[in-house]
């Protein structure tokens, strides 16, 4: 049995606090078939229990394609429905509920399902040869894993429209001026670059990252009233916090801060 069929899915932990997964299954454009999305899923929910980890990179062996969504051969055979799980979604990432700062490292076309989950990652680093697109609506399908609302919060939305009833290709050029990419790097720079910027938010206190997340994820859902009063909640509780006196305390003695996480 080869690597890719016994690990679809890769999983390391970096100095810092940073994990890193990676679809591994090249030879499939690193499609999602039963086995990778379960154990995707898997190391979703581990990743996520983890209160060591403190920030999530989602990568992809290979530089022809991040991903290209739900491998079409276990949908012909009938296992589509067991791809995408039943309260998390597909790959267990689209819909769980997450805490942690998640990074995707795009190289290649990120097809279907494959947009989908960098829309469902924070922030995305992508090469020049990435491209994104949601063409459902060519095969008689919708972007159904939150594509077509995650994609219309994150672009404008008439340009969001576009792209969503064309099933058209956005390149990572346009994906940068449209501000759907955070940078655009050399393909051999992808992963690094995005771990450099999880080890610069790694390096922030965890509750004020935690609190932050969380408030910015609910910026479209919920009213400035709303927002307000959970930020107001949120200060409150990080100023009975250690980690904020010993923030202040690092910024008076100009030295680095070991955070405790309490």
């Known amino acids: 049995m080869d690597v890719m069929t016994e690990h679809p899915v890769l999983y390391r932990e970096m100095d810092g606090g940073i994990a890193v997964l990676t679809l591994n299954r090249p030879g499939k454009r690193n499609a999602l078939n039963v ?5 995707l899923a898997d190391y979703v929910s581990r990743t996520e229990a983890n209160n060591d980890i403190r920030v999530v990179i989602l990568a992809a062996e290979g530089t022809a ?18 791809i995408a799980l039943r ?3 597909l ?47 060519r095969h008689g399908m919708i972007a159904g894993a939150a594509g077509i609302y ?14 969503l009833l064309t099933g058209n290709r956005l390149s990572a050029q346009r994906a940068l001026a449209l501000g759907l990419i955070n940078h655009l790097v050399e393909d051999e720079d992808v992963l690094q670059h995005a771990q450099a910027l999880a080890q610069r938010i ?33 200060s409150r509780r990080l100023a009975q916090s250690e980690d904020m006196l010993i923030g202040i305390k690092a910024f008076q003695d100009r030295c680095e801060p070991r955070w405790t996480g309490r």
């Open 65 to 82: 394609a991040f991903c290209a969504g739900a491998d079409l051969d276990d949908i012909a055979a009938g296992h589509g429905e067991r």
């Open 202 to 234: 790694a390096a922030n206190a965890p509750l004020a990252v935690r609190e932050t997340l969380r408030i910015a994820r609910q910026a479209f859902d919920l009213s400035e009233q709303q927002l307000r009063t959970r930020t107001d909640a949120a």
């Open 150 to 163: 995650r994609l219309t919060r994150r672009i404008a939305p008439a340009l969001a429209m576009e792209l």
């Open 35 to 39: 086995s990778a999305s379960r154990m």
């Open 91 to 137: 790959g267990g990432l689209i819909h769980a509920q997450r805490q942690k700062p998640w990074i995707a490292a795009v190289k290649g076309a990120a097809l279907g399902g494959g947009t989908e989950l960098a829309l469902a990652c924070d922030m995305i680093v992508a090469g020049p040869a990435a491209s994104f697109s949601l063409p459902e609506v």
């Open 87 to 89: 309260e998390t979604g």
